[in-house]
């Protein structure tokens, strides 16, 4: 039976793995400073070991509790996964068209993924965009994130 | 000094000083009320306008902002889980459970009055025993540090409420997460894959906004997308004479936790918060309230981070050395004023240290009367429909993740966290362990590390200095009063 | 105040009338990236130059902090930038020392070096209650304990340290602290024996007599302490300091880089500049293009003798 109390554990168990073979790769600068007894590469090693430790322990509890059967909501539902979408394609538009048009093209076009109708709605979502466009801008003097292409 | 002390209250409530003063307190507020903007960046922007004024004047207006600050982030994290810098992370735990219950209001008044309490309690440690305190955190080093950092870390396991495997796990996410960067002692580069922006590691602020707020915008998302009419519950009232009376023991431990831990260099109000905390779950006779809504948990969290105030001035004023950012902006700003820092600054200019004490009690009293009176305005936040308020979450996430180092870099570290986050949250792994692990692994290993070249590999100084004996026991104590607490919930149900 | 305002807005007039050929530039807000942390130093002087800059120029100067990697993800992002004078960058020692430690891609050859601002010599300092009174004490109790005295050190590496054990012969015990806010105090705890430090970052436990300085590393003394004597004094032939300048990205056009580098001569002689400088005991160091850009070759050179 796979359900996701077996998956993330031998998940992060292999993505320890992975990191624990990254860990002898560390490079030494070339001015190579004094070191403790203890260096750069125990804490990690130690961390990804006592991880795979945990997620085992993880594993063996699983089994022994035998869990009532859990009703099963998807990890991702069809709304989280548009947030997650309008989180990435929000971030991509700030970095084609800056801070102010990438935040009101992004908010209109959640509302109106959401069949939103109402203007007001809209009005307080523009208003609010700009405001805080102000008020970093002018009040903070703190510069937002400037457009390739604006 | 009682008559420098008036001489300075009179000061502060002058036309000069009080506007600066009450100006300084609500922008701070809003400051660190969003996210990504913390009360030191607040400190930094204003310096420059500082130059032109009197040094009174432009003193209290940055610890104006300093006190205001710490406490508007809690204000976010009470009413939208998003808290507003790291010192408030500890306040989500109990602040957002009393919001979804409907008592938004009175989670705020109690954060206002237990702030007030760790407030008012630093300073006047402050102006009592300013110099003694300096003294004590002298004494800390590199050992102290790291047998600080290590007590700091079995807060994990009495974080994570319901499993405490799955909190160390997330307690070894977060752990392996803080060394990623450059390697503080010998410059090695760890994990950092030939990218820049990971040289310095990752920046605590993003992971801390995508933790929480961004993470919350998608599990809200998900209920809205439910449609699920769940009545949502408000109410107007207060906190009651009888929370007072609960909150306050608590409340004024937490300040004096609070101020000493502000007193050491290092150590600031993200770790005071959650230390408090701790405490005050530990010594509970429900600790399973903890978590779900506990007043105490939240008066423990607010006194602790706004009881780091007085603290952190401690060793600017008595030793001219700054206790942690906001302190060396401070300490900028006292020079350029042509003051030194230190102990001559108490003999030779009273009446600035004086200013600054009494500006430091009508800060907080002033903090205390927005946060309450603010309150009924704060609340209409609450009041905007989910299908807005989502949006407006994500939008001061960007533009706080982005803000803090003017990097889209940061901004996708905060849109993975929140993914994280959200993933961590359906496997029931706790995600505040992660935050405080990456707080404070790097205290811990670099001051291991430190401490070893110290004694020349010796492990000695666990057990020969006083103070970080005192810790280690602590740390022992801590993590073993928690696995007793598991075992009998455990054996209870 | 006000007269301060006349005076730089008459400054602006005569400015723009002498550098109109250059177009009309600046026509918008100029970026200044601090690539270090809002609150410190570098940060505070780029501020403060920034505030100066601003009527001179005529535009508002607005500073980006953008931290990391000992300054390398900063000033890489400022180099990278587009080269029509609207990004500059403060540019730090870390731009001779960090490309050469493989820290960092981008080099001093990727800006135009507008001005140097500030140069500070390093300081020597002890406990008050130390045994050591001068240079040659320290040194030789190093000898004699090579490895032994616990030295405070304000970065890992740090140059200023391995300019003097590499003169002297000596090995002391570094240990990396995060910046000169930890290192005095662990001085003034008693818990290490020395550090070194500007005299900016130390000067409040200078005034105070809480720390002593057994020299400082520079080739006259300093004007905010001139009690200390060089260690060239003392028969150590050793210089080390820092320093803090502004540079733009390597395309930007001449022009432009003259009229930066006018209105920064005029910031650094404003009173408001000089005070913030005198009273944090800071030197200000104006250097010119040409001069700076010869200093940034040189000091590469001497640290990659030190990294070798």
Known sequence: MLNRNIVFPILIIVISAVILSLIPQFTVPVYYQQDASVGAKFFPTVLVIAQIIICIALLVQHRAKKHKAQESDGLFSKMSFFGLCFLVVYAVLIGLLGYLIASLTAFTLYLAYLKTKKLSYYLFAYFFVVAIYYLFSHVFVISLPEGIIF | MIDHLFVGLGAAFSLAIFPVLIFGVLGGIILGALPGLTATMGVAILLPFTFGMEATAAMVMLIGVYIGGIFGGSISAILLKTPGTPASAATVLDGYSLT?????????????????????????????????????????????????ALFGLTIIA???????????????????????????????PR???????????????????????????LTQLEKLHAKEKIAEKFSNKLMSLKDLKSILPTSIKSALFGTSIGAVPGAGADISAFVCYNEAKRVSKNPEEFGNGSIRGLAAAEAGNNGVTGGSLVPLLTLGVPGDAVAAVLLGALIVQGLTPGPLLFTQNPEIVYGIFSSMLVANIAMLLIGLLGIRFFCQISKVPKLLMIPIIIF???????????????????????????????????????????????????????????????????????????????AIFSLWSTIRRHRKTASST | MKKIIRNTIVLAGILASASAFSADYPSKNIRL?????AGGGTDSVGR??????????????????????????????????????????????????????????????????????????????????SKFNNINDLIQEAKANPGKVKFASTAAPNFYLIALQKDQGIQLNAIPYNGSSEAIPSVLGGHTAVTMVTPGEAISQLRSGQLKAL??????????????????????????????????PKSTPDEIIVTLGNAFDQAMASDEFKTFMAKGAMTIHNMNAAEFTQFVKDDTQSLGALIK
């Open chain 2, 100 to 148: 979804q219950k409907g008592e938004a209001a009175r989670a705020l008044s109690i954060a206002a009055v237990a702030s007030f309490v760790g407030g008012l309690i630093s300073t006047i440690i402050l102006i009592a025993i300013a110099p003694m305190l300096a003294e004590f955190a002298l004494r800390f080093n590199a050992p102290e540090y790291f047998a600080l």
């Open chain 2, 158 to 188: 009495s974080v994570a409420s319901k499993s405490i495997l799955k909190g160390l796990l997330a307690g070894t996410i977060g752990l392996l997460i803080s060394t990623v960067g450059l390697d503080p002692i010998s410059s090695v």
């Open chain 2, 191 to 217: 994990f950092t894959f030939g990218i820049l922006d990971l040289y310095n590691g990752i920046n605590v602020i993003p992971v801390l906004i995508g933790l929480f707020a961004i993470s919350e915008a």
């Open chain 2, 396 to 474: 001061l996430s960007i533009v706080g993740a982005y803000a803090i180092n003017n990097s889209m870099f940061d901004v996708g570290i905060a849109i993975s966290f929140g993914v994280l986050g959200f993933v961590l949250n359906k496997l029931e792994v706790p995600t505040s362990p992660i935050l405080l692990a990456i707080i404070l692994g790097p205290m811990a290993e670099t001051n291991l590390r430190k401490s070893l070249l110290m004694f020349e590999g010796s492990w000695s100084f666990l057990y020969e200095r006083p103070i970080a004996l005192a810790f280690i026991l602590l």
């Open chain 3, 33 to 37: 990236v601090v690539p270090f942390g």
């Open chain 3, 48 to 129: 403060t130059l920034a505030n100066s800059a601003k009527d001179i120029l005529g535009t508002n100067i607005s500073v980006m902090n953008r931290t990391g990697g000992s300054g390398a993800v900063g000033m890489s992002y400022g180099a990278q930038q587009r080269g029509d004078g609207y990004t500059l960058t403060v540019v730090t020692r870390e731009i001779a020392s960090l490309p050469q430690m493989g820290l960092m891609q981008h080099t001093a050859n990727d800006f135009k070096l507008i001005r140097m601002v500030n140069l500070d010599p390093a300081v020597v300092l002890v406990n008050k209650d």
């Open chain 3, 215 to 248: 020299g400082v590393m520079s080739k006259e003394r300093i004007s905010y302490i001139p009690n200390v004597p060089t260690l060239i004094e003392q028969g150590v032939n050793v210089t080390s300091g820092t320093w803090r300048g502004i540079g733009a």
